[in-house]
């Protein structure tokens, strides 16, 4: 009878298990669903509730005037032209950090990192400080480039806070690419750039292109550091988020929930050009 006692004892502990696990398994795939729909909830909530704030006539009639194209344009050349500044550094970057044996590899790596964990409006300040030094300082003045209330800032910023985001983006991008297919192009005779070209981006060309529009997109909501480095100069120098902050500042509402509304068309723009130009990606 002890033998049996012991054996139906030892049996029962699994099957009680079983029904346990089993029993509350529905439950987490609920859980998990409800966490997915409250996020897109609050979401939808936001933008209907500033929508019918603004109202349907309201939205329609600032829409085609010129005040919201002339910064929408402005945002869109000054992330263009810091997104191709911040893929020429961010690449090759990107490829050192993925594939090179970097001495004090944690220390490079933190330093490249810094600029995504600080503040963007700390990056204006610092910038302010580096072209107010040698050489910098030389330099504009010997080219006239001008900085403050000017594109040129806007610029500056955009690519001061995306590179570093652009660099990390990059190499998980080639993380994502298995170094066989190189070391095989390098046993056949072909040289390093040569690797990189025909092969590596080729195979990492998904997270690229993913990647620029993710840094774009970054560039595009940036306002922080402008606000401090380059300063507001109406159709000048207010991208659409800066023009958000200003006119909130000045009390028109009206304009501030449009440049609100253009700019979260632009992120869920954005976010579907990654989805499908992207394609199934290593970085999404």
């Given at each position: 009878m002890a033998t049996t006692h012991e054996t139906t004892g030892v049996g029962s502990a699994p099957h009680s298990s079983f029904i346990i696990h089993h029993s509350s398994f529905p439950l987490w795939p609920v859980l998990c669903v409800l966490a997915v729909v409250t996020i897109l909830a609050g979401y939808l909530a936001l933008i209907i509730s500033n929508a019918l704030y603004l109202g349907w006539s309201d939205?329609?009639?600032f829409l085609p005037r010129e005040r919201l194209w002339?910064?929408?344009w402005l945002t869109v050349r000054t992330s263009t032209v810091a997104t191709l500044a911040s893929l020429i550094v961010g690449i090759p970057a990107g490829y050192a950090l993925?594939?090179?044996k970097l001495p004090c590899r944690t220390l490079v790596s933190t330093l490249i990192d810094l600029p995504v964990m600080v503040p963007p409006a700390a990056v204006g300040v610092f910038l302010f400080g580096i072209v107010k030094?040698?050489?910098v300082r030389q330099f504009t003045e010997l080219t006239g480039i001008r900085f403050a209330h000017n594109p040129n800032g806007i610029v500056l910023v955009q690519f001061a806070v995306t590179v570093a985001f652009c660099a990390r983006l990059m190499k998980?991008?080639?993380d994502g690419v298995n170094p066989r297919f190189e070391q095989v192009s390098r046993s056949l005779g072909a040289s390093l750039p040569a690797t990189?070209?025909?092969?590596?981006l080729p195979l990492a060309k998904n997270g690229v292109i993913a990647s620029s529009i993710v840094v774009w997109a970054r560039a595009a909501a940036e306002w922080e550091g402008l606000m401090l480095?380059?300063?507001g100069t109406m159709a000048k120098t207010d991208v659409m988020p800066f023009s958000v902050y200003?006119?909130?500042?000045g009390g028109m509402m009206g304009w501030v929930v449009t440049f609100s509304l253009v700019c979260v068309a632009l992120a869920v723009i954005s976010m579907a050009a990654v989805r499908t130009i992207g394609g199934r990606s290593y970085v999404w």
């Open positions: 939205l329609t009639s002339v910064r929408f993925s594939r090179l030094a040698f050489p998980a991008s080639f990189l070209w025909h092969v590596t480095f380059v300063g200003l006119d909130w500042n």
